[in-house]
């Protein structure tokens, strides 16, 4: 190993949290001794965790990059796929720290009062760092803007861990002297004294005169007294409004008014609510109150009915008499549509209704450790009441997101989640909370000695029972049977285990559609895009061959792909090896197409910008836009001349019609044009190198410093541009890198659209890529996949108590007994190192009469068919996905549309779309045998 001079260890003045710091005291590192510096203090940070600490945001973009140049590869937190370049290519230094990409537009802010981009997901767009390694980057790149972040901590009980808080509370201050709104930025752990401290701050107000009211939806529904209670308890959230008022001298001219004159309400404050009071009615969004106590408790006229009304379903249809209820949309408190689509799920399933508007406060479990004290089932109660009793009116769940993030840290802050695992995570809670077994007895597993199948079910149905005795278990949980053979011994391990969902794989296919736009590198024609099909885990020898094939390459030709991102090349591909699932299918892949082999040839690169002022030298440029170009050049130190010959036979094909007829009449701007603008398109079988003459043409009659058109050197990050005359002799590395300034004069004479992103040269060419329509798949064929046998995976290995050994076995799964909600999880997102990507496969389900019945190996005589009333759906790719939920009111036999806060009636035949992630199914119950001969006889009877 090698070893670390102490002295790059030491702390110096120059790192700082700030974004610029000084290059500090400590001797220049090279790539091996900053990884190891690097990662003795990540090792340093995670030995001492603890509230507070300090840690700082960083853009993957740039950290991916400086882990290419010290050598460390791809990390598995950060999973964006952009983390590696070939180990064969040198890779560069990366520049200053650069975390524009990851903030929002605006620069009057400082430090951690910068705003970053709403839907950044760890590891993808952004990774953690410890302060001392920030103050080590900034050592030793410079660069920002510095985005500090402090480690709190979250949950309670035994559910505490330590978290990051990336979004730190934004809330919305109202001034009430003058209306005036600013954002005020806190730690949702911080107290109302805090709170106090800094809008007073903010605004110049005395604290003593300040009352700040919870101004959510711009009305008041509290003041905020100051107190150490946090602003996480109040369920302040993320871009809600709070209001500043000022107290004044109580007079007889001005009581009852506030400092702006305006009278002030009085606000009765209700008492703190018994934990287990449920009679009360609940606060509507809108500030009202309902009363269930009315006809909803036990011994009502509307309760009775429970037991009188039933639709055939076995779910009684009391809910019709609560005035429309059940129409209710759920407001999204920031990023929380995979928390309303899975909650109007639950909240429209009609066992699951009937309970909680019922009096269960006698099931409240407050002893279970592994519950949440009854208080999740108590805000899902009471959210489930509102939303049956307040109309259409929209619901803002700020209670229930509150007690969510308290009990399941992981789904706190406003990142986007996941709507089946926050699911599993509520029913498992409810069920926790709504637990009727006080005490768990302690039960011995027994190992399976070959009893037949329905004893070993009933006895370990039975124990499940004496442990977990729930509404959730009546309802939805059922029970499978596993088989696990050994491969070796062939001994035989049989348990029959309960599960409340059912996650289904979907029969994916193992080739992906790419679209790359291939550009000739000898400007022998346009751009054109070109659509294939790949080994999904294939390599870029894969993506190469398929697109040799698709553009006809000739003898002697070959293909440089790359990736661009912001107009400029990201990364070369020239790795052949290099994973396929490395590559998004967001991101922009291009392709040039040359005579012969690049191998050992300088790279001539051209990215172009706007023209904006003269003033290039001191920083003001245009806007970059575009494709870049590639040609290789065969002089290891071109001139001038060279480089502007190549940049002019490249842009050839752009040559406007008119740019021709100029031609003609001589010169245009003091230069001549070429003859004309046709190009050839491809090689001419023997790769003949294409006429220059009218390119010399050109340069005859300018000075030794004069150049047709204007072209810059810059460096690797674009950071410096210097202009490039005729006589320069240009002496760099592997890449030169160009910067073509389009002008007024360029833009007349070349048509730059062909340049521009993928869908605009689709529309500039008329040119479609065609998608080849997947072909569905049924749920039975998901159910059957779930159901067939194979081996475990390496890192689930059985241990075999025969052969006292772990061993892949082979499993096998069976249905035993289906619950009356049965809940169907579709597995569309797949992870690898690389990648997590998502299915948009089409399922095709049934949503009358699904008959499980010849999946179900008990044979009880139960009904095994069912109907569906829910569907929580999931529209995009991962990180910028959105979730709505379809749900049906029973009564009414109606589905409806829930996105967000808005509702509205959608038709049956429009449920079923690729976009189906989770499905909820209603045992149909159907009259026994004898049932059907007592109708029968009665029938008869008449």
């Known amino acids: 190993m090698t070893m670390i001079d102490s002295r790059c260890l030491m702390e110096n003045g120059g790192g700082g949290g700030g974004g610029g710091g000084g290059e500090g005291s400590c001797l220049p590192c090279t790539p091996e001794e900053e990884k190891q510096i690097v990662e003795e203090l990540n090792r340093e940070a995670e030995r001492d965790l603890k509230e507070g600490n300090l840690y700082f945001v960083v853009s993957s973009r740039w950290f991916s990059k400086w882990e290419s140049y010290v050598g460390r590869g791809g990390v598995d937190n950060l999973d964006n796929g952009k983390s590696s370049e070939p180990q064969d290519l040198d890779v560069e230094r990366p520049g200053p720290i650069d975390n524009s990409d990851i903030i929002e537009g605006r620069s009057s802010n400082e430090g951690d009062e910068l705003e970053l981009v709403r839907t950044l997901l760890e590891g993808r767009d952004y990774v953690l760092v410890p302060k001392k390694v920030w103050e080590k980057l900034v050592q030793w790149y410079k660069g920002g803007p510095a985005l500090p972040r402090k480690m709190i901590s979250q949950g309670v009980f035994n559910k505490k861990q330590f978290n990051v808080e990336v979004y730190p509370l934004c809330l919305k201050l109202i001034d009430s002297r003058d209306d005036s709104e600013s954002t005020i930025q806190i730690s949702k752990k911080a107290s109302l004294h805090e709170l106090y401290e800094k809008v007073c701050s903010a605004r110049g107000v005395e604290r003593e005169k300040a009352s700040i009211w919870d101004f959510f939806n711009k009305q008041k529904s509290s003041q905020l007294s100051i107190s150490n209670q946090t602003l996480e308890e109040l369920h302040l959230q993320m871009d809600q409004e709070i209001l500043l008022e000022l107290k004044v001298d109580s007079s007889p001219s001005q009581s009852g008014k506030d400092s702006t004159g305006n009278e002030l309400a009085l606000v009765a404050l209700e008492p703190p609510r018994s934990p287990m009071s449920i009679a009360g009615g609940p606060a509507m969004s809108n500030g009202h109150s309902s009363s269930y106590s009315l006809n909803l408790w036990p011994g009502s006229a509307v309760n009775s009915s429970f037991k009188d009304m039933d639709d055939g379903f076995g779910v009684h249809s009391s809910v019709r008499r609560v005035e429309k209820g059940g129409l209710a949309g759920l407001q999204n408190m920031g990023n929380t549509c995979f928390m309303n689509s899975a909650l109007q799920c639950l909240l429209h399933t009609p066992q699951l209704v009937e309970y909680f508007l019922q009096d269960y406060s006698e099931e409240i479990n407050t002893q279970n450790p592994l519950g949440m004290h009854g208080e999740l089932a108590l805000a899902f109660g009471d959210l489930l009441r509102k939303l049956w009793s307040s109309g259409r009116t929209a619901i803002a769940p700020r209670v229930f997101k509150g007690k969510l993030a308290l009990f399941a840290p992981q789904f706190s802050g406003y990142n986007q989640h996941d709507s089946q695992e926050l ?122 061959q398929a697109l040799d094939s698709a553009c006809g390459l000739k003898s002697g030709e070959s293909l440089l792909l790359a990736e661009v991102y912001d107009h400029k090349i990201y990364r070369m591909l020239e790795n052949p090896f290099e994973p396929l699932v490395s590559i998004k299918d967001e991101d922009h892949i291009v392709a040039y197409r040359f005579c012969g082999k690049g191998a050992g040839r300088k790279k001539l690169e051209i990215v172009h910008r706007d023209k904006c002022t003269p003033d290039i030298l001191k920083g003001n440029v245009g806007k970059y836009f575009g494709t870049p170009l590639i040609t290789y050049m065969d002089d290891d130190s071109p001139s001038g001349a060279d480089i502007y010959l190549a940049a002019s036979r490249l842009l050839s094909p752009l040559k406007r019609a008119c740019a021709s007829t100029m031609a003609h009449s001589g010169e245009e701007n003091g230069f001549l044009l070429e003859a004309n603008g046709e190009t050839s398109s491809g090689c001419n079988g023997q790769c003949e190198p294409r006429d220059q003459s009218m390119g010399n043409t050109e340069l005859e009659g300018t000075s030794s410093q004069e150049l047709p058109f204007q072209l810059f050197l810059t460096d690797d990050r674009y950071l410096s541009c210097k202009p490039i005359f005729k006589d320069s002799v240009i002496k760099s590395g592997n890449r030169i890198k160009v910067v073509f300034e389009w002008t007024e004069k360029e833009q007349k004479l070349y048509d730059s659209s062909n340049l521009k992103d993928l869908p605009e040269v689709y529309h500039k060419t008329g040119y479609r890529a065609k998608k080849t329509r997947q072909e569905a798949v049924s749920l039975f064929s998901c159910l059957e996949a779930f159901l067939t046998e194979e081996p475990l995976g390496p890192d689930d290995m059985w241990y075999c108590p025969s052969c006292k050994e772990h061993r892949q076995a082979t499993k096998k799964l069976d249905l035993w007994m289906l619950p009356d909600i049965l809940v169907f999880h579709l597995k569309r997102f797949s992870y690898s190192r690389y990648l997590k990507n998502k299915l948009d496969t089409f399922v095709d389900f049934p949503v009358h009469n699904l008959d499980l019945s010849k999946y179900v190996k008990q044979k009880d005589g139960q009904s095994y068919t069912y109907e569906l009333y829910a569907i929580s759906n999931h529209y995009g790719g991962l990180g910028g996905g959105h979730y709505t939920a379809f749900a049906k009111l029973i009564d009414d036999n109606r589905w409806y549309s829930f996105d967000d806060s808005r509702v509205s009636p959608v038709n049956e035949a429009d449920i079923k779309t690729s976009a189906a992630y989770v499905l909820f199914y209603r045992r149909v119950k159907t009259e026994s045998k004898a049932e059907l001969g007592e109708t029968s006889q009665a029938h008869a009877g008449l």
Request: glycine content about 6%.
């Open 423 to 544: 699911l599993a995570f509520l029913l498992d809670g409810l069920h926790e909370d709504l637990n009727r077994v006080k005490q768990k007895p302690y039960i011995e597993m027994k190992d399976w000695s070959g009893e037949p199948d329905e004893e070993v079910a009933d006895e370990c149905w039975r124990n499940h029972k004496t442990r977990n005795d729930s509404v959730i278990v009546d309802v939805c949980q059922g029970q499978y049977k596993s088989t696990l053979v050994c491969p070796i011994c062939s001994k035989i391990s049989i348990t029959f285990d309960p599960f409340m969902y059912l996650s289904l794989p979907l029969p994916s296919t193992v080739t992906r559609i790419m679209t790359v736009t291939v550009f000739h590198g000898d400007g022998s024609g346009l751009p054109m895009p070109c659509t294939v099909s790949v080994l999904k885990h294939g390599n870029c020898r894969d993506l190469g």
